[in-house]
């Protein structure tokens, strides 16, 4: 598909400029500050990066090499310098600000728990110890599939202070999705919780868990369960270990490893629109910087306030902004276990008030569910403690960044709109709130030192307002990805495909508005997003092919108001098509089938069954054609390469 085809068809023209109560005290309260920073990231870039990391990190050997293009695109940051990202998020508070509250938990059930950076440190330390008397070292991998509850924050901040790789595995995950995890990353360990409170009901993690071992999973050696909701479950002898049991008699001290700057500090999975999911690999010190200045520049980030992250550890998101970001800046945070309506709609904004909640960042999915619910619903709670409130995971429309603007900020809190992918590892493009006026569903400007661009097929910057083209990054930057793990070769050609891989290729179109305003504009490949998370065709397709009575499978994504996208499945059965295209036993029994293999996010929406796919003489689905007649438009595209044409018809659900 061609991106500079499409079309914007969105025209917003309101403006809201910084408000002068925020203004007043921000951190970066003017558009010159801005200004003088873009100079000096655009005059000297290394420099600027480099002056930012001596700030911004505690380092245990200073390093001279700022970037290091020699393996390109595997550029490397800072490489001689020695650091640890747990002591930077954590002992480096502790003599200024030991008794600070670090993390506020609140369970479903209501359960509150308090944790300060002294308790954080010793629970962490413990655990950390834990880790090492199991034998885990420098570089092995481990599994963590846990419930939204600071033990998840624990065992990250303990790998990383071990120089353990974590990858973090969404709770939401099938046992099929985290064996195929586990193995791509040769874990070792896997930490996991006997289930977690969501919902009102308990999500069965220790099941999904004992499912996924029961099935491969050869070089997972031990598996250390928290008790969360004491209900009974399977414990095999030998591989399983309580946490409690763990940590008994640990030291509360542990000594951070120094680790290399690029030392890889986790692995985050993530879909691509074929094969299966990429295990995005990130460094230490470059991803860590990012997660610093970010929260500093877009969050405005202060002792007093009480940052909340909605975001699940299991997403990109819950790691910069739950686990890393906020600590390693010394900040308050909250966290929430369970889901947003119970035990009513009102939840999140009683969390708001009861905690004085200051910073609320959340994705647009979940802020036009809520708006569906009414105004009523928010008016009954104090939200004056808000300050700031930020969005993202897909683009926000400008209805319900309206509504967010007024109904949630009262008109007093701006709102950052952020641009940025699991691969980028922290916000790109995104307003700075005291110097950057906002425009309802434009994420704004890309950050001090980030090289952001709108481009052509030939890699040639779009200067005509509004023209759309591919999302570029031209320079590198500290908290970038360093490769796919295991595998280089898709990681160069995943990213760097194009203009003679010289930038990296985000994957979305964009266009930039007459004042340079970034507006995100969708993905270019066949990437869902569906609630703000990403989810590859080619999964869930595999998924509906791996039920025996399907034969072959389409989907894409259609709009949906609240998920941002629905997925719309195209099937053929095995044998005779059901009469009239409807089954729904069947129906049921497949999106039942797709939340088994890969989670219930990844359920499709509808269903259609038809004897064939839309397929061009070459073989290829037609993608475009099934999503028109997804969203129930008219087929304007030519048909005539169709195999067999006589299949619209079912397609469509007419016959
Ligand atoms: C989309 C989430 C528009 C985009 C941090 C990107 C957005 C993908 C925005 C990454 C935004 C994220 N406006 N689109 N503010 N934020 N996206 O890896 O398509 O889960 O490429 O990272 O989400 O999703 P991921």
């Given at each position: 598909?061609?991106?500079e085809?499409?079309?914007s068809?969105?025209?917003?023209?309101r403006?809201?400029?910084?408000a002068a109560?925020?203004k007043?005290?921000?951190?970066?309260s003017?558009?010159?500050?801005l200004?003088?920073m873009?100079h000096?990231a655009n005059?000297?870039?290394?420099?600027f990066w480099?002056?930012?990391?001596?700030?911004?990190i505690s380092?245990?050997q200073?390093?001279s090499t700022?970037?290091?293009?020699s393996?390109?695109p595997?550029y490397?940051?800072?490489s001689?310098?020695?650091m640890?990202?747990?002591?930077?998020?954590?002992d480096?508070?502790?003599?200024?600000?030991?008794?600070?509250?670090a993390i506020?938990?609140?369970?479903?059930?209501?359960d509150?728990r308090?944790?300060t950076y002294?308790?954080?440190?010793?629970d962490?330390?413990a655990?950390?110890?834990?880790?090492?008397?199991?034998?885990?070292?420098?570089g092995?991998?481990?599994v963590?599939?846990?419930?939204m509850i600071?033990?998840?924050v624990?065992a990250?901040q303990?790998?990383a202070?071990?120089g353990a790789?974590?990858?973090v595995v969404?709770?939401g995950?099938s046992a099929?999705?985290?064996?195929?995890?586990?193995e791509d990353a040769?874990a070792r360990m896997?930490?996991?919780a006997?289930g977690?409170h969501r919902?009102?009901?308990?999500?069965?993690l220790?099941a999904?868990?004992?499912k996924?071992l029961?099935?491969g999973c050869?070089t997972i050696?031990k598996?250390i369960?928290?008790?969360?909701?004491?209900?009974?479950?399977?414990f095999k002898?030998?591989r399983?270990?309580?946490?409690?049991?763990?940590?008994?008699c640990m030291d509360?001290?542990c000594?951070p490893e120094w680790?290399?700057?690029?030392?890889?500090?986790?692995l985050?999975?993530t879909?691509?629109?074929t094969?299966?999911?990429?295990?995005?690999q990130?460094?230490?010190?470059g991803?860590?910087?990012?997660t610093i200045?970010?929260m500093k520049w877009?969050?405005?980030?202060?002792?007093?306030?009480t940052f909340?992250?909605t975001a699940?550890v299991?997403?990109?998101?819950?790691?910069?902004?739950?686990?890393?970001g906020?600590?390693a800046v010394?900040a308050t945070?909250?966290?929430?276990?369970g889901?947003?309506t119970?035990?009513?709609a009102?939840?999140?904004w009683d969390?708001?008030q009861?905690?004085k909640?200051?910073?609320?960042?959340?994705?647009?999915?979940a802020?036009?569910?809520l708006m569906?619910?009414g105004d009523e619903i928010?008016?009954?709670?104090?939200?004056?403690?808000?300050?700031?409130?930020?969005?993202?995971?897909?683009?926000?429309?400008?209805?319900?960044?309206?509504w967010?603007h007024?109904?949630?900020?009262?008109?007093?809190?701006p709102?950052v709109d952020?641009?940025w992918q699991?691969e980028t590892g922290c916000i790109?493009?995104a307003?700075i709130?005291?110097?950057?006026?906002?425009?309802?569903?434009s994420?704004?400007?890309?950050?001090p030192g980030?090289i952001?661009d709108?481009?052509d097929?030939n890699?040639?910057?779009i200067?005509?307002p509004?023209k759309?083209?591919y999302?570029v990054?031209?320079?590198?930057?500290?908290?970038?990805?360093r490769?796919?793990w295991?595998d280089?070769e898709?990681y160069i050609?995943?990213?760097?495909?194009?203009f003679g891989?010289?930038?990296?290729?985000?994957?979305?179109s964009?266009r930039?508005d007459?004042?340079?305003?970034f507006?995100i504009?969708g993905?270019?490949?066949d990437?869902?997003?569906?609630s703000?998370h990403?989810l590859g065709?080619?999964?869930v397709?595999s998924a509906?092919?791996?039920?025996?009575r399907?034969?072959e499978?389409?989907?894409?994504g259609?709009p949906d108001?609240i998920?941002?996208?629905a997925i719309f499945?195209y099937?053929?059965?095995?044998?005779?098509?059901p009469?009239?295209g409807?089954?729904?036993?069947?129906?049921?029994?497949?999106r039942a089938?797709?939340?088994e293999q890969?989670?219930?996010?990844?359920?499709p929406d509808?269903?259609?069954?038809?004897d064939?796919?839309p397929?061009?003489?070459?073989?290829k689905?037609m993608?475009?054609l099934?999503?028109?007649?997804a969203k129930g438009?008219?087929?304007?595209?030519?048909t005539?390469?169709?195999?067999?044409?006589a299949?619209?018809?079912q397609l469509?659900g007419?016959?």
């Amino acid at each position: 598909m061609s991106v500079e085809n499409i079309d914007s068809v969105l025209n917003e023209e309101r403006l809201f400029e910084p408000a002068a109560i925020f203004k007043a005290d921000a951190r970066i309260s003017s558009a010159d500050t801005l200004a003088t920073m873009r100079h000096h990231a655009n005059e000297d870039y290394t420099g600027f990066w480099a002056e930012q990391a001596r700030s911004e990190i505690s380092w245990h050997q200073p390093f001279s090499t700022v970037l290091d293009k020699s393996h390109a695109p595997h550029y490397q940051w800072f490489s001689d310098g020695l650091m640890n990202v747990s002591y930077n998020c954590l002992d480096r508070h502790l003599e200024t600000k030991g008794n600070h509250t670090a993390i506020v938990f609140e369970g479903e059930q209501g359960d509150i728990r308090t944790l300060t950076y002294h308790q954080l440190y010793a629970d962490v330390c413990a655990f950390a110890n834990a880790l090492k008397a199991q034998g885990i070292t420098k570089g092995d991998r481990i599994v963590i599939y846990m419930p939204m509850i600071p033990e998840a924050v624990i065992a990250m901040q303990a790998c990383a202070r071990i120089g353990a790789i974590h990858s973090v595995v969404f709770g939401g995950f099938s046992a099929e999705s985290l064996k195929d995890r586990i193995e791509d990353a040769g874990a070792r360990m896997l930490i996991t919780a006997d289930g977690g409170h969501r919902g009102g009901k308990i999500v069965e993690l220790k099941a999904a868990a004992d499912k996924a071992l029961a099935s491969g999973c050869a070089t997972i050696e031990k598996v250390i369960v928290y008790q969360r909701t004491g209900h009974a479950i399977e414990f095999k002898e030998g591989r399983d270990l309580w946490w409690h049991d763990a940590i008994d008699c640990m030291d509360s001290i542990c000594m951070p490893e120094w680790v290399e700057a690029e030392h890889p500090l986790f692995l985050l999975y993530t879909s691509g629109s074929t094969g299966k999911p990429k295990g995005i690999q990130h460094s230490s010190a470059g991803y860590l910087l990012g997660t610093i200045t970010s929260m500093k520049w877009v969050f405005d980030i202060r002792d007093s306030d009480t940052f909340w992250c909605t975001a699940d550890v299991g997403w990109v998101t819950g790691h910069s902004y739950v686990a890393y970001g906020p600590l390693a800046v010394g900040a308050t945070i909250l966290i929430y276990e369970g889901a947003p309506t119970v035990p009513n709609a009102g939840r999140f904004w009683d969390i708001c008030q009861r905690h004085k909640v200051t910073i609320f960042y959340t994705a647009p999915t979940a802020i036009r569910a809520l708006m569906k619910l009414g105004d009523e619903i928010p008016a009954q709670y104090d939200l004056s403690s808000l300050r700031l409130l930020g969005s993202v995971g897909e683009p926000i429309n400008p209805e319900a960044w309206i509504w967010y603007h007024k109904t949630i900020g009262q008109e007093r809190c701006p709102i950052v709109d952020t641009w940025w992918q699991t691969e980028t590892g922290c916000i790109m493009i995104a307003p700075i709130p005291g110097a950057v006026a906002t425009k309802p569903g434009s994420c704004t400007l890309p950050l001090p030192g980030i090289i952001a661009d709108v481009v052509d097929e030939n890699g040639n910057s779009i200067n005509e307002p509004n023209k759309g083209g591919y999302l570029v990054i031209k320079k590198p930057w500290p908290s970038m990805l360093r490769t796919v793990w295991g595998d280089d070769e898709r990681y160069i050609k995943t990213y760097w495909p194009k203009f003679g891989g010289k930038y990296y290729l985000a994957g979305d179109s964009a266009r930039r508005d007459k004042d340079g305003y970034f507006w995100i504009m969708g993905r270019i490949d066949d990437v869902l997003n569906v609630s703000g998370h990403r989810l590859g065709t080619m999964e869930v397709e595999s998924a509906l092919v791996a039920h025996p009575r399907v034969a072959e499978a389409a989907v894409v994504g259609r709009p949906d108001e609240i998920k941002g996208e629905a997925i719309f499945a195209y099937v053929v059965l095995k044998g005779t098509r059901p009469a009239g295209g409807v089954d729904e036993v069947l129906t049921k029994e497949l999106r039942a089938w797709v939340a088994e293999q890969i989670g219930p996010i990844a359920k499709p929406d509808d269903i259609r069954y038809s004897d064939n796919l839309p397929k061009t003489r070459s073989g290829k689905i037609m993608r475009r054609l099934l999503r028109t007649i997804a969203k129930g438009e008219e087929i304007t595209q030519d048909t005539s390469t169709l195999e067999n044409e006589a299949i619209l018809l079912q397609l469509q659900g007419k016959v």
